[in-house]
């Protein structure tokens, strides 16, 4: 599976576009950017394996640090991820509660994506 990702000069963009069965794994090249970014700021995963989550559908989003690059991303999915600030520089991201739009397939997890 390929994901497609595409992050340009000031404001920031980053399009997650979905492969031809409707998946993407957007998380980690967007924590990937953030990290190479420079910018002193950590999200942290809980589980780890959620950072490589699939969301089946398209999404684009702007902002001017990577920082509100990621949150702006995740803020668009409050079903499926919820965070949380450990810190000024820190964050936690998980799993929304009490939501069938994020579930966990043969080890994966799927936001937004069809009931197989």
Not at 24 to 35: F, G, I, K, R, Y
Not at 100 to 108: E, P, W
């Amino acid at each position: 599976m390929v994901t497609t990702a595409w992050i340009g000069p000031e404001p920031l963009h980053f399009s997650a576009f979905a492969n031809a069965q409707g998946y993407t794994q957007p998380l980690e090249p967007l924590n990937n950017a953030v990290s190479k970014s420079g910018e002193t700021v950590e999200f942290e995963f809980q589980p780890p394996e959620l950072r490589k989550a699939y969301v089946c559908e398209f999404a684009q989003v702007e902002a001017t640090t990577h920082r509100q690059l990621m949150l702006s991303y995740l803020s668009r999915y409050p079903t499926c991820f919820a965070v949380s600030q450990m810190s000024q520089d820190k964050y936690r991201v998980f799993t929304a509660g009490s939501t069938v739009d994020i579930r966990k397939v043969n080890g994966n997890f799927l936001c937004k994506c069809p009931t197989p």
